[in-house]
């Protein structure tokens, strides 16, 4: 056992634990334990419709192997909790590409409002348009009747992200319900790490409670920047700092300019979420945790209802044993430069030039040679 011990733990599972659903692996590094976590969970959260696989040949099925070749290409989004009856929308949109080699992991971010062309999609029965990027998921979950489906969306959102970053078909994804992120973070007890500036929420009162509207936006109307009155406070540190769930959950959703001095955007929320996920897959396969019989199982209980996952051809324990020798210190976070766009007033965003040429690396695995070459790109987190 002591030798079990002293493996890492998959970068799958510390990825998937960093938004969610990543305790079906934690094993302390013993896949014996993996697969038993994963048999008692893998059918609450697996739905391989998200990528709507292309079905083998049945010449071909009879030699398929579970081979994960290549580089590997992974959507992760996160969305606030919704029923079957209200549209989804993507407020939180990751990638993580892993290369050929398996000697590093990369993690970007798409912004929510980048301006892109969705495609025209059959099963919703939506036209092609021009929109924010988070609309696709929205339009792509359409039933009809009122009924909406978060994982038909996500084929239309990944359909998008792949027109957008030349990524054409992503090898497993990932849909995380926030809600429920936030019982696995409470489940730990809380997560720490840097607060890299200042930053006021736009939502929550110090004591964590939602803060006042203004008497002219009541909470059916669409005023920007609607709350009043004492607000939660983050400020800058140099050493991690212990959040609750709520103050990391709102810390790492904040976005606007709202500190004197401080100018904030979405790529400072983009940078924000993909040091979170870092801290939290350390934290959640910390000893701390995995060694505590009754803190595991509380946070695999919070999991259990907070993700949908899609392995593609491959289940979660070939996923494992495919990324057993990374770790979740081998994740690079890669920040794409962009800005928003006015006529005259806020339309959206789009990314800088140069953008493209990263995106073209991906499809060609070649991040780290980019990124030596452009360390402007890389998070220094």
Known sequence: MAEKEKRRSPLWARICVGL????????????VAGQQLVAGYSGRITDNTLLDPIEPKPAEAATAK?????PVNILLVGIDPRDDHTAPLSDSILIAHVPRDRHSA???SIPRDLRVDIPAFEKSGTGAGRDKINAAMSWGSRLGNNKYSEAQGFQL?????????????????AIVN???FQKIV????GVEMVIDMDVQSEHRKPDGKIRDRLPGCPVTSNCNHPYTGPAKFY???????KLKAWEALDYVRQRYPNVKGVDMSDYDRQRHQQQFIKAIAK????RDVVTNPAKLSAVMDAAGGSLTFAGGDHTVLDWAVELKDLNVDDMVTVKLPGGGIYDPDYKGEQFADGVDDFFKAVTEDRVAPFLLDHPDYVNMD
């Open 106 to 108: 990369y993690i970007f």
């Open 178 to 180: 926030f809600g429920g």
């Open 283 to 286: 934290q959640a396969m910390s």
């Open 235 to 241: 400020k800058k540190s140099d050493k991690p700092v």
């Open 186 to 189: 409470e489940a730990m007890g």
């Open 157 to 173: 959102l990944a359909k998008t992200v792949g027109n957008v970053t030349g990524v054409k078909k992503f090898d497993a994804g």
């Open 66 to 70: 579970a081979d994960i070749n290549g």
């Open 20 to 31: 969610g659903a990543g305790v079906l692996l934690v094993s302390g590094g013993s896949l």
